[in-house]
């Protein structure tokens, strides 16, 4: 059920995030559930081995390499899918940092939420 919950409010988050910025755009709920279906595959499967392969990267920008690796990874599932757009890298890495700020906030209310 926590699953199901989560999988629709980082939808729901993505929408309000197209909204937010004119950047990003989503056309429908479903592409916005596909969309926060692959990116949260993407930062399951492709995400660790990303972070291992630029460990050197990253531990010299003190991790801020980081966050253009969630921003490719934003971009990269806006160029898999129909119906989920971003129109370039500095709308990705915007568009990543307001989503993971969403996903922060999703999860510690559905934590607060399914614990008691």
């Keep these: 059920m926590k699953l199901i919950a989560t999988w ?10 197209a909204h937010l910025f004119k950047g990003i755009e989503v056309s429908s709920f479903g592409s916005a559930l ?3 279906l692959v990116i949260g595959l993407f ?7 990303l972070v291992v392969m630029t460990l050197p990267v990253t531990l ?6 980081l966050f253009v690796i ?3 990874l934003f971009w990269w599932a806006a160029n898999l899918l129909d119906g989920f757009y971003v129109s370039d890298f500095t709308a990705a890495l915007i568009g990543s940092l ?3 700020a969403f996903g ?3 999860d510690s209310a559905l934590e607060r939420l399914f614990s008691s």
């Design 8 to 17: 629709l409010l980082h939808a729901t988050a993505l929408l309000a995030l």
């Design 34 to 36: 596909m969309a926060a």
């Design 43 to 49: 930062n399951l499967v492709v995400r660790p081995i």
């Design 60 to 65: 010299f920008s003190l991790g801020l390499f």
């Design 70 to 72: 969630n921003a490719l």
């Design 98 to 100: 307001v989503y993971s």
């Design 104 to 106: 922060v906030v999703i």
